[in-house]
């Protein structure tokens, strides 16, 4: 298979590498963090940070979609280079962790905040980070690496399978959803 052609100005394989590992580093610590703060505010342990416009509380599932849309933008119509590709990598994984954070409401806008949901779709994308980011390139794959691709196909297929039949089941852990209930709105 004949390499595909590139632009001049696509980055070396090692750039793209680098610029895959800090995208899952910022988007796994993005993650971590704001489960934190969320926690920390539910339990009423540190002041309520939330934004609330006219009595509705913004998610910070609006900041990360409005975030990927701005590194969308720039990267159509300013695409940058140098240290600049990696701030836009950098608030690329903001965007992706903060809107991946909160998948559950992607599925279900109301009521309980599904935080299983959301652990698993980040679970899930920071798999997937990371294969990006270790993973040899395609022109280098050997069979055993197209195996492995389909292996993992199958296994997102059936872990995608289960993942809707469990959120049908509706299994929020009962702290969470106390803590939920508690919580400032």
């Not at 940070?49 to 119509?77: D, K, M, S």
Request: aromatic content about 10%.
């Amino acid at each position: 298979m004949p390499p595909i052609p590139t632009h001049d100005s696509d980055p070396p394989e090692p750039r793209a590498r680098h610029l895959a590992r800090l995208v899952l580093f910022v988007f796994l610590l993005t993650f971590i963090v704001s489960r934190v703060l969320v926690f920390l505010i539910m339990a009423r342990l540190m002041p309520d940070l939330y934004l609330h416009l006219r009595g509705t509380h913004v998610h910070h599932l609006n900041y990360g979609i409005f975030g990927l849309c701005g590194v969308g933008a720039w990267l159509l119509f300013a695409p940058p280079r140098g240290r600049l590709r990696s701030l836009c990598a950098v608030l690329y994984a903001i965007g992706l962790a903060l809107t991946f954070d909160e998948f559950g409401m992607w599925l279900h806008l109301g009521g309980d905040y599904w935080q299983r949901a959301s652990f698993d779709a980040v679970t899930v994308v920071a798999a997937a980070l990371g294969l990006l980011a270790f993973a040899p390139t395609p022109r280098n794959w050997r069979i055993k690496h197209v195996l492995a691709t389909a292996v993992l196909g199958i296994a997102l297929a059936a872990f995608g399978t289960l993942f809707l039949r469990t959120l049908q089941r509706h299994d929020v852990p009962e702290r969470l959803h106390e803590l939920e209930q508690g919580a400032p709105r």
